[in-house]
Nanobody, 117 residues
Framework: QVQLVESGGGLVQPGGSLRLSCAASGIIFSFYTMGWYRQAPGKQRELVAGITGGGTTNYADSMKGRFTISRDNAKDTVYLQMNSLKPEDTAVYYC???????????WGQGTQVTVSS
């Protein structure tokens, strides 16, 4: 049984930082490209950042320079360091695991991030 469990969300003031974690189980973690997505109220889910099993990263343009994705294959965990947070970063953040060759991805349950003073 595959599980992706996110943690680290919460309430933070504008300009603050949060670090999200996603612990995976039931998959050969290093085979999977891991991603962080987010969905704000009334908006479509969007890609935040992705990282391949070998560590190649990609980011949505609006997150470049503020967010950093990383992974620890020994711990089956992917992280998202978020700095200089803005109110528009408020959303539910979801962890995603996908094989590079395709197939149905796996999703976590999401963690709420609220940026507000």
């Amino acid at each position: 049984q595959v599980q992706l469990v996110e943690s680290g969300g919460g309430l933070v003031q504008p300009g603050g930082s949060l670090r999200l974690s996603c612990a995976a189980s039931g998959i050969i973690f290093s085979f999977y490209t891991m991603g962080w997505y987010r969905q704000a109220p009334g908006k479509q889910r969007e890609l935040v950042a992705g990282i391949t099993g070998g560590g190649t990263t990609n980011y949505a343009d609006s997150m470049k320079g503020r967010f950093t994705i990383s992974r620890d294959n020994a711990k089956d965990t992917v992280y998202l360091q978020m700095n200089s947070l803005k109110p528009e970063d408020t959303a539910v953040y979801y962890c995603n695991a996908a094989l590079p060759r395709g197939g149905n991805p796996y999703w976590g349950q999401g963690t709420q991030v609220t940026v507000s003073s």
